[in-house]
């Protein structure tokens, strides 16, 4: 199992629970950006460049990950993606998607964009907080404790 960020648009504060959990548990966390995201020096944790541009960061993600692998990302699509390839997909928040509740997401997803480009303000998401980090560092450590007994 490698442990694949979609860095462009990953909350700040999931870096570092991110980096130890990879340190401790010895598995490989590729942070994919198109830019230069600062890491500390560690066999386990590394930085992907990508070029600029539109999803460029899904593209590499989507091309790369294998079955098992742990894709961290709050893009629908791209868990979407993910989920078909036998990835497992987590979002910043600790919600752990899979293939019984994606095609809801995607469903609501578009929804609210068919919304959204109608004029209707549908507001935004609620800022990241403590208890995101916390749920996400809870659900980051049952799949990498699932991943042991396998």
């Keep these: 199992m490698r442990i694949l960020v979609d ?5 700040k504060a999931i870096k570092p629970i991110l980096i130890k959990a990879s340190e401790r548990c010895e598995v490989e966390c590729i942070f994919v950006a198109n830019i230069a995201i600062p ?3 560690s066999k386990w944790v590394s930085r992907k460049i990508v070029p600029s541009g539109f999803d460029e ?11 098992n692998d742990l894709v961290i990302t709050s893009d629908i699509p791209l868990a979407s993606d993910c989920l078909k390839q036998g990835a497992q997909v987590l979002t910043s928040k600790g919600e752990e998607y ?3 509740n994606i095609k809801q997401k995607l469903a609501i997803r578009d929804f609210m964009d068919q919304m ?14 403590d208890k995101d980090k916390a749920a996400f560092a809870n659900a980051l450590d049952r799949i990498l404790a699932r991943r042991e007994t396998m």
């Design 7 to 11: 860095a462009d648009a990953c909350p």
């Design 39 to 41: 890491l500390p020096n």
């Design 116 to 129: 959204r480009s109608s004029g209707i303000d549908t507001g935004g998401s609620a800022p990241f907080g």
């Design 98 to 100: 899979s293939q019984d």
């Design 57 to 67: 960061a899904d593209k590499y993600i989507e091309d790369n990950i294998e079955p």
